[in-house]
């Protein structure tokens, strides 16, 4: 029986990926918006996950039509990595991309 923990190929591209994303587009700063958690609880969140044997996550964020949160979940991701030392090759970071950010880190209208 497959566990969370197992991998499975994602599509026809070889790349296997957790059965389990973990979503980090709450992780960024809760000034910008009352319902985001802190960098700190976001990393110790990323932390479970990853010891609980996920390793994919995903920081894309639709939040107002702004992708990523303008980057600092993927930022926040990043010090995770680096904090506990997880293997790079082991871990699969999803994310989308846009041309430009619509909201600055304050929640306002740039365009």
Known sequence: ???????QRLGKSGLKV???????????DPGWMSWLLPEE??????KAAYDAGIQ??????????????NGLSEIIL??????????????????KARLFPLYDMHGYKKC
Do not use: Q
Not at 41 to 46: D, L
């Open 1 to 7: 029986m497959k566990g969370y923990h197992d991998k």
């Open 18 to 28: 957790s059965r389990i994303i973990l979503g980090c587009m709450n992780y960024v």
């Open 41 to 46: 609880e976001g990393m110790k969140h990323i």
């Open 56 to 69: 994919t996550f995903d920081t894309a964020d639709p939040l107002n039509k702004c992708v990523y949160s």
């Open 78 to 95: 990043g010090k995770a990595i680096k904090k506990y030392n997880f293997p790079r090759d082991e871990i699969v970071v999803m994310t």
